[in-house]
């Protein structure tokens, strides 16, 4: 079901490796398909896109828009509780993200110089959300939240239809309560070129967030350039540190949490305890069997699951910071004794009461998070995913003229004349 690696410098970087190559593989032929269909919809527009909609997903709507009446009907149409506990998380993404947000400024210097920086959101930002199966309302306020709060003046958000054409109410309820400005029934790598170059109903985004599928993922890297993309997501993952005092019950519920979401999933328990990691796989082999999703959880655990034994927790946090996973929980005695050694993780989850799930929907802190290892470099998506900063200057005459020769000096070393040359005809 799931390997288990005595960690000896070797065995656990080999096991490793083949985690990492998972996110390597390319589809020539989905490449070629997602070319195909961005340079259809940028010539074709609304049609182009309403054809790609019967293809893919069964059936178009008559108005790719959904209305603001219809937008605000969809919260008769969920369970009364589901939309209350929307409206919980809400708040709690709305409190965590207010937090984030910077303000513009300014400051003066005694000979008269004026430097600052303005922020400001986004003109127009395009969210993509998967529908079907994967129908995910926490990602409306993952991404739509901390947009509005930095200030994005329009937000537009595109989802697949339903196979009788018509949106999903979760969704819907979701965007409602978010604040999306706008709607549009359509998916795939259709609805991406259709944000990224605008067509005759849809506008044109500067940038577009969002979660999908290898087509949608692929769009995303093949429009960076022509918008602004959030990132190119790989397959989930969770590393979870563990020490004997871990129940290995809840290690195995929280393993498998990760696992269900696709074959290609990672789940590594990184634990200085023998015994933790065996009863750890007996408590795999019990749950699993419950499970809806068990198949999946299985392949995923089988391939890219494994439990790694080491003879100290400072060699688990090194191989942690390492790997730089998307989630990393920590389930020792004293969580928060790690929390200024973890340099490397998209979001860290401390304590045995502080399971992924809690961050996916609820607690707060944004669910878009960097994988594949980029969390050495990239951060989580946040207020300011959705804003753009300009700097500005302001000098005198006395003020250039006392820093002149220190700019033509510059300039001539590089041997760009006419930058000095602009700086010398201000005072000949």
């Given amino acids: 079901m799931i390997t288990i690696i005595k960690a000896d410098g070797n065995k656990e970087f080999e096991f490793l490796k083949k985690v990492e190559e998972r996110n390597r593989t390319t589809n020539d032929n989905?490449?070629?398909?997602?070319?195909?269909?961005?340079?259809?919809?940028?010539?074709?527009?609304?049609?182009?896109?309403?054809?790609?909609?019967?293809?893919?997903?069964?059936?178009?709507?008559?108005?790719?828009?959904?209305?603001?009446?219809?937008?605000?009907?969809?919260?008769?149409?969920?369970?009364?509780?589901?939309?209350?506990t929307l409206r919980k998380a809400a708040n709690n993404i709305s409190d965590f993200h207010t937090r984030q947000k910077q303000q513009s400024w300014l400051t003066t210097k005694e000979n008269g110089v004026i430097l600052g920086q303005r922020i400001r959101g986004l003109a127009r930002v395009g969210l993509y959300v998967p529908g079907g199966t994967a129908?995910?309302?926490?990602?409306?306020?993952?991404?739509?939240?901390?947009?509005?709060i930095a200030g994005v003046k329009e937000l537009i958000m595109t989802t697949p239809p339903q196979k009788d054409g018509k949106p999903n109410p979760a969704i819907m309820a979701a965007a409602y309560i978010a604040g999306v400005d706008r709607v549009f029934l359509m998916g795939g790598a259709q609805a991406v070129a259709a944000l990224a170059y605008g067509t005759e109903s849809v506008p044109r985004?500067?940038?577009?967030?969002?979660?999908?599928?290898?087509?949608?993922?692929?769009?995303?890297?093949?429009?960076?350039?022509?918008?602004?993309?959030?990132?190119?997501?790989?397959?989930?993952?969770?590393?979870?540190l563990a020490d004997e005092s871990a129940d290995p019950k809840f290690l195995a519920a929280d393993l498998m949490s990760q696992a269900e979401h696709d074959r290609l999933a990672s789940?590594?328990?990184?634990?200085?305890?023998?015994?933790?990691?065996?009863?750890?796989?007996?408590?795999?082999?019990?749950?699993?069997q419950t499970l809806e999703r068990r198949e999946i959880i299985l392949e995923s655990l089988a391939n890219f699951g494994v439990i790694i034994i080491c003879d100290s927790m400072d060699k688990a946090v090194k191989m942690a910071n390492d790997l730089a996973p998307?989630?990393?929980?920590?389930?020792?005695?004293?969580?928060?004794?790690?929390?200024?050694?973890l340099d490397n993780a998209g979001s860290v989850f401390l304590g045995n009461y502080s399971p992924e799930p809690l961050g996916d929907y609820f607690a707060g802190p944004n669910h878009v998070l960097p994988t594949s290892g980029t969390a050495r470099f990239f951060s989580p998506l946040s207020v300011d995913s959705f804003v753009?900063?300009?700097?500005?200057?302001?000098?005198?005459?006395?003020?250039?003229?006392?820093?002149?020769?220190?700019?033509?000096?510059?300039?001539?070393?590089?041997?760009?004349?006419?930058?000095?040359?602009?700086?010398?005809?201000r005072y000949e």
């Avoid at 178009?60 to 369970?79: F, G, N, Y």
């Avoid at 577009?208 to 918008?227: D, E, R, S």
């Avoid at 789940?267 to 699993?288: D, F, G, M, P, Y």
């Fill in 30 to 84: 989905v490449t070629s398909v997602v070319r195909e269909i961005i340079e259809t919809v940028r010539t074709g527009g609304d049609k182009a896109v309403k054809d790609y909609t019967v293809r893919f997903d069964g059936k178009a709507p008559e108005c790719l828009e959904v209305s603001r009446e219809e937008l605000k009907a969809s919260l008769e149409q969920c369970d009364p509780d589901f939309v209350e």
């Fill in 205 to 240: 985004v500067d940038k577009i967030v969002g979660p999908g599928n290898i087509f949608v993922a692929t769009a995303k890297k093949l429009l960076y350039g022509v918008v602004d993309i959030d990132m190119i997501a790989g397959p989930s993952e969770i590393l979870v």
């Fill in 388 to 425: 753009k900063k300009s700097s500005f200057i302001y000098y005198t005459d006395d003020a250039l003229k006392a820093d002149k020769d220190d700019i033509i000096r510059f300039a001539n070393t590089e041997g760009l004349t006419a930058h000095a040359n602009s700086i010398i005809v």
């Fill in 267 to 288: 789940a590594i328990l990184v634990t200085t305890s023998e015994t933790l990691a065996n009863a750890t796989v007996k408590e795999l082999e019990r749950q699993v």
């Fill in 135 to 148: 129908a995910y309302p926490s990602s409306v306020l993952m991404n739509a939240i901390p947009a509005k």
């Fill in 326 to 341: 998307e989630h990393l929980e920590v389930c020792c005695k004293d969580p928060l004794e790690y929390v200024g050694k």
